[in-house]
């Protein structure tokens, strides 16, 4: 992680989240001393859509006569 000092920092902010946003972290320093860092944002993930995608799935799977997941569990035990 690079490290930059406050002063510059705010002088150079526009082009620091340029950084942090194509992946880079960068430390932000007061008097020698990190202080605070600026670092690439996460994605948000929308859980209901997730769920919502996952159930889709289950319906669509084809079901294997007498093949359950007890039947499955049980049988990655032996």
Known sequence: ?????L???KQ???ELVDR???GERIGITRR???AAEIVPARERIDVK???AEI???RKNAKKIPGVTVKSLIEEGRT
């Open 1 to 5: 992680m690079k490290q930059i000092g």
């Open 7 to 9: 002063f510059e920092a």
């Open 12 to 14: 150079k902010l526009s």
């Open 20 to 22: 942090a946003s194509r």
């Open 32 to 34: 020698g001393k990190l």
């Open 49 to 51: 859509q997730v769920f």
């Open 55 to 57: 159930e889709k799935i």
